[in-house]
């Protein structure tokens, strides 16, 4: 008969090894269940979709190990098993970490083992968002209203673009043909108000546009979302030849440091405060404000260069202030202008300092000063 209180032990020391001592699917510190039908170690909340995917888990401590599931584990592990599943990831392919949706880790985990699309064997057809071009259905939110319609949206790597059309007949043209080269895509089911719901950003007449978009599959979601970050990948493959995968990586999709209600009052600061949605883009360096959180296109953008340019934030108490309901002031100084906000609370007003503090202290880089020379033109 097993000792349980022996293999509890064992367990506990093989956890504790590198490979092992992280979530073998979304990299969450200290793991404390395993997937025995694969031989990982996995946090809570990834053991939970193993198990939607009839994989067999346990939990370290509190579940009983027999002798011959701790020998597995221990002649199998993370790392071994990762070399398996994830041998052939493409570089563009995103992989989740802790915090993220649960669509993204679900697809993630599917794909490795379920579907085991990263063993590096040639698959006939081709996994649809290797192919340079994708196209089908999605639900979008309307411009001017809160309904989503279906329509169609074509992906074309070989013209760097995202098309979307406003009827299924594509004889009347495209709704917009949208260039790759500024496009964002993001998850954002919360703000969208459905799993599967997806930000697409993009700049239109110097203007940033956002669409919110999904479909009913989750994988297919998920689908579009990796076709966009291959078609941005091969963009900047060909835009900065010289630039290694590290380098363009991180500049494919990327989500946005902080987004939140503030509210905002003029250039004067005697005018009213009113309520706005802002979302602080710390790679373009820009902070948005829109009317609402659905919003399709910016009210405006406001640049946050570095001290040594003449930018700053502080907290502060508004002199003058007129409709204001909140009460926790930043003030954002720029070259030309200070712009007063209020929080709600003062756990938001920390949040937004932190997050201006650490976009001012990145130095500039040579795409940022275009970036800031556009925000300037538009005001």
């Known amino acids: 008969m097993a000792n349980n209180n022996r293999n509890v032990k064992l367990l506990l020391e093989l956890v504790q090894q590198p490979g092992n001592n992280q979530c073998a699917d979304c990299g969450a510190a200290d793991p404390d269940w395993a997937c025995y039908k694969l031989g990982i170690f996995v946090c809570l909340n990834c053991s939970g979709i193993h198990r939607n995917l009839s994989s067999r888990v346990k939990s370290i401590k509190l579940d009983f190990w027999e ?44 794909a490795k083992y379920e579907r085991m699309e990263f063993t590096g064997e040639t698959k006939y057809p081709p996994v649809s968002y290797t192919t340079g071009f994708y196209e089908g259905m999605l639900w979008k939110k309307g411009k001017e209203n809160t309904q989503f319609l279906k329509r169609k949206f074509v992906l074309s790597e070989r013209e760097f673009t995202l098309t979307y059309y406003n009827k299924e007949n594509e004889s009347k043209g495209p709704k917009a043909v949208i260039p790759i080269k500024d496009l964002n895509a993001t998850f954002r089911p919360e703000k969208i108000g459905h799993p599967n719901g997806l930000q697409i950003t993009y700049q239109d007449d110097n203007r940033t546009r956002n669409l919110y978009v999904y479909h009913e ?13 291959a078609t941005r990948y091969a963009y900047l493959k060909t835009a900065y030849p010289n630039k290694s995968d590290d380098e363009l990586v991180p500049e494919i999709t990327r989500n946005y440091l902080k987004e939140g209600f503030m509210e905002k009052t003029g250039p004067s600061q005697k005018e009213p405060f009113k309520k706005r949605w802002f979302i602080l883009d710390s790679q373009s360096r820009e902070l948005f404000y829109f009317k609402s959180p659905l919003d399709a296109e910016e009210l405006g953008a406001i640049f946050i260069g570095t001290e040594s340019k003449g930018y700053s934030v502080k907290e502060c108490v508004p002199k003058n202030a007129r409709g204001n309901k909140w009460m926790c002031g930043i003030v954002l100084q720029t070259p030309e202008r200070q712009f007063v906000f209020m929080c709600q609370h003062k756990t938001e007003q920390r949040e937004w300092l932190d997050a201006l503090s650490q976009v001012l202290a990145r130095p500039m880089t040579p795409q940022d000063y275009p970036i800031e020379a556009n925000v300037r033109s538009k005001r």
């Open 217 to 229: 599959s989750s994988e297919e979601t998920v689908t579009w979302y990796t076709a966009i970050r």
């Open 67 to 110: 002798d011959e599931l701790v020998e597995f584990m221990k002649s199998n592990g993370n790392t071994s098993t990762r070399a398996l599943y994830e041998k052939a990831v493409p570089p563009y392919y995103y992989r989740p970490k802790e915090n993220d949706c649960v669509v993204l880790r679900e697809q993630w985990i599917r």
